[in-house]
């Protein structure tokens, strides 16, 4: 049974920082691509980053570009987030996905939309205070 379980998220003040993390189980992690979407009350759900199967490769939203880092560690079937300069926009439930149709998937930039992703965590809430 595929399972993603987010953590890490809370209540911090602008410029703040935060680490989200994303811990799997239920199918071989080390295979599949993974990202982080978010969705703010009253807005859709949005493309944050993404990182491939062996964590060589990430893509990033451009609201998150050089303040957000997507990481994985394969041998302990766990992603992150590294949220840095938080900004009171980032406020959001952040939400862990896996694309387990697509084994060894390459080209990041083309796996932005929440349909092509087929497992989700919970969610996890990320408020930030101005």
């Known amino acids: 049974q595929v399972q993603l379980v987010e953590s890490g998220g809370g209540l911090v003040q602008a410029g703040g920082s935060l680490r989200l993390s994303c811990a799997a189980s239920g199918f071989t992690f080390s295979s599949y691509s993974m990202a982080w979407f978010r969705q703010a009350p009253g807005e859709e759900r949005s493309f944050a980053a993404n990182?491939?199967?062996?964590?060589?490769?990430?893509n990033y939203a451009a609201s998150v570009k050089d303040r957000f880092t997507i990481s994985r560690d394969n041998a302990k079937n766990t992603m992150y987030l590294q949220m840095n300069s938080l900004k009171p926009e980032d406020t959001a439930v952040y939400y862990c996905?896996?694309?387990?149709?697509?084994?060894?998937?390459?080209?990041?930039?083309?796996?932005?939309?929440?349909?092509?992703?087929?497992?989700w965590g919970q969610g996890t809430q990320v408020t930030v205070s101005s």
């Open positions: 990182i491939n199967y062996d964590g060589t490769a990430a």
């Open positions: 996905a896996a694309d387990l149709r697509r084994p060894f998937r390459t080209g990041n930039s083309r796996y932005t939309e929440a349909p092509q992703y087929n497992s």
